[in-house]
């Protein structure tokens, strides 16, 4: 894969990436067959990226408690890379916020 050096589409989604806490696994042709599984230790943490049946690529968060079954992680490709995001905070539903304000005259 080659990219020109001046490609700014390129450039600010890389920047993004790092920023928000995405991380670059590996190329999309280290897993081509559906079945196939990349495992890596990312910050400590056992992350297995699989090629699923249907040819999506997802990553799981291997859990070393007892009976515990592997957590999804955000999974994204672009430009032919696969990169992870373990934020929890990146995992959790979060519903709108209320804001409870109370009037200085009361």
Do not use: K
Request: hydrophobic share 40%.
């Amino acid at each position: 894969m080659t990219v020109p050096p001046d490609d700014r589409v390129f450039r600010r989604e890389m920047a993004t990436a790092y920023r928000s806490g995405w991380h670059f696994i590996d190329l999309v042709t280290a897993i081509p067959h559906r079945g196939d599984s990349l495992m890596v230790t990312l910050f400590g943490e056992p992350v297995v990226v699989v090629r699923e049946d249907d040819e999506d690529v997802r990553a799981y968060r291997c859990l070393r408690r007892p009976r515990g079954a592997p957590r999804p992680v955000r999974c994204a490709i672009r430009y032919d890379m696969i990169f992870v995001n373990l934020d929890q905070r990146d995992h959790q539903l979060v519903g709108p916020r209320t804001t409870i304000a109370t009037p200085r005259s009361a």
